[in-house]
């Protein structure tokens, strides 16, 4: 039998993060591929779009209207999933029947006034004010007391559901603890529990000295693709101090936040030369009251793109069936964002 080789045998890795496995398959990668490979036409967007729903003025689907805004703009969701005045009793029928009314408030943010400008577009003064209106909400949210959750996330782009094309986010803060973070929570307890420090802390500090999976980092975060990646180019971005949550950034670290940010987008929309898709967004501490300790800052990166600005991952068959898997390697991965670029093509 020959040594276990990453690169080409078959093989199963380990998310400390859930405490989950995926299977990796790295032959595959080099099967044929007679799908097609054509090239988006990069999107031409206007400043202003008199008909979109987030431009600064115009009316919204629900019949609001925004303000003039000139910077970041958060409003409550119009069509929420979740609203604050749902009562959150527990229902139960022979242990077989199960359910909970879920409390929670949904936020929308346009992160510029601009119709046209994804983040890596942005100038750093204006993605550092995103960073400020994501710490305040979560902030404001989790302060609330039926609040002990606050999901913030982004769906860019069509292919991941992206509602519509002016750049924004959105925020989820309920009562439970959703099951993604759930998971988290357990596996960070228990590392802390079992080894007197914490699991990201080890985790980045390691991958640092492997170098391996590192794609970039600056004085206070890296970006690394995690050893378990699913998705093809996924990343994990985690601070490089012990932050559970954003009130314990220091004014440095909100800027290393936005630096990091505006060079990782802007290699991804090199990687196909396309607005790159993704669904992305921060696991910082529950906001339920407890310290939290063993929580680690950090934020995933989930894109499905695999080979152009077309072909996507699908998480089919064996993923929906056994577990998730994938064909070319984290470290692959890695080497080819390491290699691209950080200023974004349209400036190139
Ligand atoms: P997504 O593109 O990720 O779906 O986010 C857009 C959100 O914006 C979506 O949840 C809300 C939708 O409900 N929205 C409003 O609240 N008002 C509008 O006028 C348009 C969209
Ligand atoms: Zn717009």
Known sequence: MPDLN?????????????????????HRAKRPWQGKEEDQPGEQRPHYDPECYLCPGNERAGGEHNPEYEKTFAFTNDFSALKPDTPSE?????????????????????????HDLTLPEMEMPDIEYVVEVWAREY????????IN????????????????PHPHGQIWAQNSMPAEPAKELRQQSDYLDDHGS?????????????????VIENEHFAVLVPFWAIWPFEVLLVSKRHLQRFQDFMEAEKQGLADILRRLTAKYDNLFRVSFPYSAGFHPAPTDGQE?????????????????????????????????????????????????????????
């Open 198 to 214: 914490c699991l990201l802390c080890d985790y980045r500090e390691l991958e640092t000295s492997l170098g391996e999976r590192l």
């Open 139 to 146: 902030e404001q949210l989790g302060n609330r007391d039926e």
């Open 90 to 114: 527990e229902f139960r029928k022979n242990n077989l029947l199960i359910a909970r009314g879920e409390p929670g408030i949904c936020r929308v943010i346009c992160f510029s006034p601009r």
């Open 292 to 348: 939290h300790p063993e929580w680690h800052f950090h934020m995933h990166f989930y894109p499905p793109l695999l080979r152009s600005a077309t072909v996507k991952k699908f998480m089919v068959g064996y993923e929906m069936l056994a577990n998730p898997q994938r064909d070319i390697t984290a470290e692959s991965a890695a080497e080819r964002l390491r290699e691209l670029s950080e200023v974004h093509y349209s400036r190139q």
């Open 6 to 26: 990453f690169a080409d045998h078959p093989h199963r890795r380990y998310n400390v993060l859930t405490g989950e496995w995926i299977q990796v398959s790295p």
């Open 149 to 164: 959750y606050v999901q913030i996330f982004e769906n860019k782009g069509q292919i991941m559901g992206c509602s519509n």
